[in-house]
């Protein structure tokens, strides 16, 4: 079952534009919450991640909201090139495991 | 050594055959995962060890699959009586114990088709 929604499933921005990803989950179990990007034919590689009590993380050009009560969090790419163009994955982890729930990713294409 | 290091990249075999993947973690991490990825999903979790000890098995990996992880360093998982549901990417990580904060290294996967 998924656990972890994540919307949109694609999204075209052109460059210089602010993309934003989405997700929401349903276990208040989860205790930490990453972000990754996955470009064709590598694996997942770890953008930015989250506890549940902060609301807000900046790295770089990549920041997370995230909303406890409304069990939501997102990523924003600031100032987003055309190198950012990628798949990118939320996920969520149960406390006390090491294993992650995954969204079903968002294919980003940004725009020369 | 300074990625997840994974072999074959790409594997394609007849329904029935019996497949079997290498990772090599990074060096000094303990912990070891694989994941499945299909097309347009996102990685599933399969199986996790702690060095050599298999701790956890997800219900996706049935009586067909099996892990190992000789000597707490490279890890196989192979898949015996090939499906074409098998079909996906397999994605192996690693992590250090007591720095989950840092997340997963994946490596690049392996993507198996089966005809």
């Known amino acids: 079952q998924q656990q972890v929604k994540q919307s949109p499933q694609s999204l075209i921005v052109q460059k210089g534009g602010i993309p934003i990803i989405n997700c929401a989950y349903e276990?208040?179990?989860?205790?930490?919450f990453p972000w990754y990007q996955q470009f064709p034919g590598k694996g997942p590689a770890l953008l930015i991640a989250?506890?549940?009590?902060?609301s807000e993380k900046k790295e770089g050009r990549f920041t997370i909201s995230f909303n406890k009560s409304a069990k939501q969090f997102s990523l924003h790419i600031m100032d987003s090139q055309p190198g950012d163009s990628a798949t990118y994955f939320c996920a969520a982890r149960r406390a006390g495991t090491y294993k992650y729930i995954f969204g079903t990713g968002t294919r980003l294409k940004v725009l020369a | 050594d300074t990625g997840v290091s994974q072999n074959p990249r790409h594997k394609i075999t007849k329904r029935g055959q019996n497949v079997t993947f290498r990772c090599d973690p990074i060096s000094e991490h303990n912990r070891l995962y694989w994941y499945r990825q299909t097309l347009g999903q996102g990685p599933e979790f399969l199986t996790y060890f702690q060095n050599e000890a298999q701790l956890e098995k997800s219900r996706l990996l049935s009586d067909r699959f099996s892990a190992e992880r000789p000597k707490g360093s490279f890890s196989t998982l192979e898949i015996q009586r090939t499906e074409q549901g098998d079909s996906a990417m397999y994605l192996c990580a690693s992590s250090l114990l007591n720095r989950d904060d840092y997340g997963y290294t994946f490596g690049s996967g392996t993507r198996l088709t089966v005809v």
């Open positions: 989250i506890r549940p009590d902060v």
């Open positions: 276990n208040t179990a989860f205790d930490y």
